[in-house]
């Protein structure tokens, strides 16, 4: 039987200790971490630090100890995915993961099938982002990576969730491209939806968030409020030197 705990005040999402493994080898070594209602967190840290792990943990794509992850104090670790979407948090993969055999529409109301109320639908889709609309009978991998990253983001939506977790979203892209998605962020985040970007790009990440986390080989190295972190605190916490 779950139990449970009284989260920090305003805090949505939290891991307490967290460990994550693939197999034998351990990914996470007791990762902190939280997230609190309306806010936008930034996760940073070189290839191989842990970031896609920590979405993943979140999300039960790996399993976890059930009271390593919070959800309004609420132990959710290990849970199915399909569970985790239905309280209300969503991923954009790496890749996208768009399926290649349905049109940009399809794949989008994929998103919408837990049936969460919510103000985010088609029509709100296609404001956000126009270019779907005009594409909405093609199939979704034969749009620009630009807009197939659209499609990714626009199918969490549907969705309507509390939590949105972004995995290298501007991975590929260029910068024209990048500057376009991110700046739908402020519409995406109005109503008060959290959101967490992994991010390669420091500047970027800092902009765009309140606060960043850095990850260094599975473990917290840095966090702190975005506009106060310095290049000599970060790049410390990014590469240990």
């Known amino acids: 039987m779950s139990t449970s705990i009284k989260p920090a005040a305003g805090v949505l999402l939290q891991t307490h200790g967290l460990q994550a493994r693939y197999g034998d080898a351990q990914a996470l070594f007791g990762v902190d971490f ?3 209602a309306g806010e936008t967190v930034a996760v940073i840290g070189a290839n191989g630090a842990g970031k896609s792990t920590l ?3 979140i999300t039960g794509l790996l399993p976890v100890a059930a009271e390593a992850v919070l959800l309004d104090g609420q132990p959710i670790g290990g849970l199915p995915p399909e569970a985790i979407v239905a ?3 969503a991923l954009v993969p790496e890749g996208r993961r768009l399926f290649p055999s349905l049109t940009v529409e399809e794949n989008l109301r994929l998103g919408g099938y837990t049936g969460r109320p919510g103000p985010w639908n088609l029509a709100r889709l296609y404001a956000l982002f126009p270019i779907l609309a005009e594409k909405r009978r093609h199939p979704a ?3 620009s990576g630009g807009q197939q990253q659209m499609v990714a983001i626009g199918r969490a939506l549907m969705s309507n969730p509390r939590l949105l977790l972004c995995d290298e979203i501007s991975l590929g892209l ?6 376009e998605i991110y700046d739908a962020l402020p519409s995406i985040t109005g109503e008060g939806m959290s959101v967490v970007i992994v991010e390669q ?3 970027v990440a800092q902009r765009v968030s309140q606060r960043v986390y850095c990850l260094q080989e599975g473990q917290v190295s840095l966090e702190g409020p975005s506009a106060s972190l310095s290049r000599e605190q970060i790049s410390h916490a990014y590469f240990g030197i």
Do not use: H
């Open 87 to 89: 309280r209300g948090i």
């Open 141 to 143: 991998t034969s749009l």
């Open 55 to 57: 979405l993943k943990s």
């Open 34 to 36: 939280q997230v609190a």
């Open 201 to 203: 790009d420091v500047l």
């Open 174 to 179: 260029a910068p024209v491209v990048i500057k």
